[in-house]
Every structure is written in C-alpha cells, then in structure tokens.
C-alpha cells in the first residue's frame, strides 16, 4: 500500500479463493458441472486459482479470450457470444487445437457455420428466458428445429444443448425477483429439454448468471453453471443481495488530491478511465459509484452510504462525504474504493495487484 | 472495413486535420497559445499531426501521459490535473528533462511541492469558475495568497498563471448557455489577472473546455486555449452545437451478431468494454449509447435517431431500428456507430485504425 501513487486496483487473493471453493462445493451439492466465466478477471493466473479446484472447464465472451485462454493451457471452451460470423476461420483454428463450443441463435449464423466448420465444434443454442438482450425466445421450437436442421448438415457439429444467461437478475428489486426469474428460466429450459431430449439424448442446460447461481437452491435438471462475476463480487452484487461486503475481493485505491470544504468533496486520482462508469442508486436517490474505506489507526473502515463516490470524470473522482470524515481524509492520503461493477473496473485497468504484491497481468485489448 | 471481424475504431485522418488546423487558425485570430489537451487520442502519432501545425507544447491530465509524450519528444507538457504529491519523484524526474508546469490547488500540495521541488517546475493556480470540480473558487483570493507566499520558499518554482476548466459547458442546455459560462469564467479570470499581475507580470490565464473554444468569441485577457475532444469531437459535442457530424472523426465499426424482429432490435459485437457507458438522452427520452451508420450501394448513411445504439452490456450492444431499416441490416454485416464520448471510447480501445488502413497504437495503460 505505501508504494502506490496512483489508482490501483488490488484483489485480495484469499478473498478470491474463498468465492471460488463456494461456489466449486455448491455446484458439487447440486451436480451441476461449473463452467466459469473468465471474462470478469481475463487473467491467466487468477485462472491457476481455478484449477486448484478442479475446474477445467471455460466460458469465456471473445474469440480473443478464447485465445489467450487458449494459449495458457486452456483447452475445453464455451464461446458464450452469438457466433459472429466474420470470425469463422479464427474459430476454426481454436477449434483445432481445443475442444470449442460456440452459440447460435439465428438461421444465418447457422448456415455460414454449417458451410464453414472444418474442425469438431460443439453447438449450443442460445434461450432468451426473458432477458431479451439474445437468444431465441423459449417457445419459439420452430426456430429451434430449422437451426437443428442446419447443424445436421456438417457432421463437425454436435448439439449441445440449451444455455441461457438470466441477465434479468441484475436489474432484480429483491431476492424474491431473482429467486422467481431463475425458477422461471428452470421450467423454460426444463420444457426444452424434455421435448429434445429423446432425439438428443446427450444434450445438456446450462444456466448461469452470478445472482442465482450464489443464493438460489434448485438446479433440477440442469447441468451446467456458468457464473463469472463471483470471483470478484462488487457493489452491484452485495446490493442485490447476493454477497457480503466482505465477499467482494477487489478495491481501487485510489491517491487524494483535493478537499472542498464548501461541498463537503473529497477529490481523488480516479476517475472514468480506472471504474468505468456503471452507477447504483444510493440511498439517497443519487448516482452512486463505489463506496469509500478509510484507514484508520492501522484498521480500515468502511463508511456508510453518506459518504460515496458520487462524480467521475475522465481521471477525477469526486466523494461526497459527512462533516466528521472530511476532517479524517487529507491530501496525499489514500482511500479505497468498492467498485460498482468489478468485470467493467477490472477490464479498464489491465491489470490488478494481490494483496501480497504479486503483480497480475490481464489480457491485451487487442 | 472487409478485413474487419471485431469492433475496431476506425479514425478519418482528413478529418482530425481539419479540425486541428480550425482550431490552431482560431488560436492565431484570437492571439492565444494553443496548447492542446492530447487525453483524448493519447498516441504520439496522432501527436505528430499537431506538430504540421507548429503545435510545440501540450496539455495532459497524468503524469503517466506526460511521461508517455516526452519519451515522444513533447518537451513542454502542462498536467492540468491537482498535483498528485504521491507522485512527486517522477514528477521531479520529469522536470529533469522536459518543461513541465504543474497545477496547484490547495496548501498542503503547494507545501510539498515547494519542500520537494528539485527541478525547474513552472506552477499554475487552478481557479473553479463554476464547474464545482476542482480548483480555488474565482474569489478566494486569501487562499491564493497564501499558495503563493508558499510557491516563493522553493527558488526552482515559478508561478505561471491562473487556469481554469470551464467543465459545465458539457451539460449546457444550449448553446447560449455555452456562452455565458464562458465570459462568466473569462470575467473571473481577469479579476484576477487584473489583481496579480503588477506582482507577477509574466503570469498568464489559461482556459481549456472544447465546446467554448469551439463556438465563442471573446478571449479577451486570455493568454492560452487548451482544449481537447476537438480533435475527434462527438455526438456530445454535436448535441451541443459545437460541430457538425461531418467534423467527428472516430466511429466504431461493429458487425452485426443477431436480429430480433419482435422488439425491432440488431445485437451487434460492440459493448461496455469498447464504448465506455456515457451516454445522451435521445429524442424519445431514452438513453442513447451511439448512432448508427449502415453501407448502402457503397455509400454510407447516417440513420435518423429513431436508430439508435440503446443498450450495452460487456461486449454485446443492441441497437434499436425502425422496420425499414431492420430490414436492411443483415448478421454478418458491419455497422459504424457514432460514438457519444470520444475520449472514453478511444482510452477503452488502447489503438484506433485510420480510414487509410494506418494501425495507431496509443499509450500504455500502466
């Protein structure tokens, strides 16, 4: 901590590993197979803490994830991005090299895949349980049948099975919502699988947002879990009640640089380009964009939603806080900062720090 | 653009000349050093096209930046950001080599600046006109004072002016508004030119915002302009009237992934992790990430903005389209989307490609 001068992101590898084996055991309870997304962390070391549980199995949301995933040992992957067409012959080469599946949702990907494929992929089909962002609407079988019909035409194509992404669950208002939207998504795929699993006896489901996979108990029928954020957790998650503070494994530390005594502002070397830019509403009604852990007499403390980062721009942060803590904060200090989103924050940084010092690169943008 | 797979910001050389040499001819008509603020592209290549139009000294908002564009052979950087003394070793450093101005805002930088500073290091006192950000408020004359009777313990300092960033220009309402903060700030300025400079002849006023720079008419006291988006611009800027569309210089070209006819909506690979998250609120009150562009008989078309990039997540965009041009957007097509901020999207991309096929690499991010 001494030695930082400007915004840092640290992870607390301990608090990682923990999150990990939670959710490795819940998935063995239910037995479900977890398949991690990687795209919260895409760094190859934070993926060794993975294998030390047994995980061999990827999701990830890029051709160029996959890559880099790819070429750090990886070697069993889900593409889970609706196949994007113009990157076939890169998916080929991965699919040479590792076992890939990859998303479909729509008859013309479907075709340029058929046509193209030259390696063994696996395919799933993409289930919209009401998210509405991808993914072809649960009832809509007729869609379903005239992809599967595409896929029969090169014997490189195997079907999967179903996957969706409850990605409604984010924006949930109680656990109740993410308990009923996840249950609803059950029945959704369960109907699927019970009309195709006679002609696709191999054919799987496989779920996975962060929100459900951590508080919600019943996986009936389901094979495989997906969930990426957990590793990490953030503000957004523990609003959603779905984690503790002290589940939340990354924090920007971040250098003060400024104090308005006037606007009661504390002003920091941190702005758009380290957080992004993803907001909760705080408490009282306004943008919040992290909450704010002081130090103090050696121990940290986190202060209450009265005191929060409440403005970003290109490379400032500003923080709201109370009369008593402006006091406790001065020039020079520095402050962590609980993100918001951490996959956003942590793609914006390129790379973090352990609380050990152990420096941990990211995957490069390009 | 058919060797492009992925999203890819693609930037119109022709077009940043205009706009440098617009602005650099506009500095000359008002008498003021142009001191452009280079957070916006951050590559020295882009760098090099300031340098056709005699530009010798920039503006940057790290010391990271500063370092970044003197190891490009920029010896005369200004960091309009609040002196980070965390910082101050390699701000020293710094100063060994290049001419380096930093900005004070408060007492407890300015006495470790003047306890630290080894090296020539010019100083300007940073004055809020009215953004409420950063800076001492126009009439705090005690506090200037008393910065610099603290300026005047270290020789190797030299105040060098007031400068301000007139920010609230960003969330003018029109182009009035623009105006009157403007010559609001301008009016403050002099106050205090008029107050310091018996004392401090050389001293210099320094204002920044690109929306003012862009449309006002009145730099009267003003000694130097230092504004940045110009050189891209965006839908921000054109939403405030600052420029034309024809003057935005980047757009990300995103191929399409899936349609979904239902909701009148394209899914194309282009999200958070590419854009950033600011966004403008469209003419239908939503929130509006970017604006679209489709290739027609080899010509482009700036669709209306009932088209329109609505929704981002990670990596997935989702655009809205009227039925008529649902229609004439295909999977596997590539789309241009007008971005709303170009300084975020530019620093999420870490490089762009101009129009001719030129790869630009820009600065590292740590």
Tied chains: 1, 2.
Excluded at 5 to 26: A, F, S, Y
Excluded at 170 to 181: C, G, K, P, R, V
Excluded at 310 to 317: F, I, N, T, V, Y
Aim: hydrophobic share 40%; with cysteine; glycine share 6%.
């Amino acid at each position: 901590m001494t030695e930082i001068t400007r915004p840092t992101l640290i992870i607390d590898k301990e608090v990682c590993l923990q999150n990990i084996e939670r959710m490795v055991k819940k998935a063995e309870n239910y037995n479900l197979r977890l398949r991690p997304h990687f795209k919260t962390h895409q760094a190859a070391k934070v993926g060794e803490w993975f294998k030390r549980f047994g995980i061999s199995q990827i999701t990830v949301s890029s051709v160029l994830m996959a890559e880099y995933f790819a070429s750090n040992g990886w070697n069993d992957i889900t593409l889970a991005f609706p196949l994007n067409i113009l990157e076939m012959s890169r998916i080929n080469r991965l699919a040479d090299s590792i076992k890939l599946n990859v998303l479909l949702e729509n008859r013309e990907a479907a075709e340029v895949l058929a046509g193209k494929a030259s390696n063994k992929i696996g395919v799933y089909l993409k289930i919209d349980t009401g998210y509405n962002r991808t993914g072809i609407p649960a009832g809509r079988t007729g869609r379903i049948d005239s992809i599967l019909d595409i896929l029969r035409k090169n014997s490189k194509l195997t079907f999967k099975g179903f996957l969706t992404h409850t990605g409604h669950t984010y924006t949930a208002l109680s656990t109740n919502e993410i308990f009923s939207s996840h249950f609803d998504a059950l029945l959704k795929l369960k109907k699927l699988k019970n009309r195709y699993h006679k002609e696709y006896p191999g054919m799987e489901l496989s779920m996975g947002d962060t929100p459900s996979a951590s508080i919600c108990g019943n996986f009936d029928g389901i094979d495989e879990l997906r969930p990426g954020n957990f590793v990490f957790y953030d503000l957004m998650q523990h609003n959603l009640g779905v984690c503790e503070i002290s589940d939340i494994a990354v924090k920007m530390v971040c250098p003060v640089v400024a104090k308005h005594v006037s606007r009661n502002e504390i002003v920091i070397y941190g702005g758009a380009v380290h957080f992004s830019k993803d907001t909760l509403q705080n408490t009282d009604g306004k943008q919040l964009y992290g909450r704010v852990i002081i130090s103090q007499d050696d121990e940290k403390i986190l202060l209450d939603t009265k005191n929060y980062l409440s403005r970003l721009s290109q490379e400032h942060g500003v923080i709201k806080v109370t009369p008593t803590h402006f006091k406790q904060i001065n020039v020079g200090d520095l402050v962590e900062i609980i993100p918001v989103h951490s996959c956003l924050t942590a793609n914006m940084m390129g790379h973090m720090i352990t609380t050990e010092g152990e420096f941990i690169e990211m995957m490069p943008k390009y």
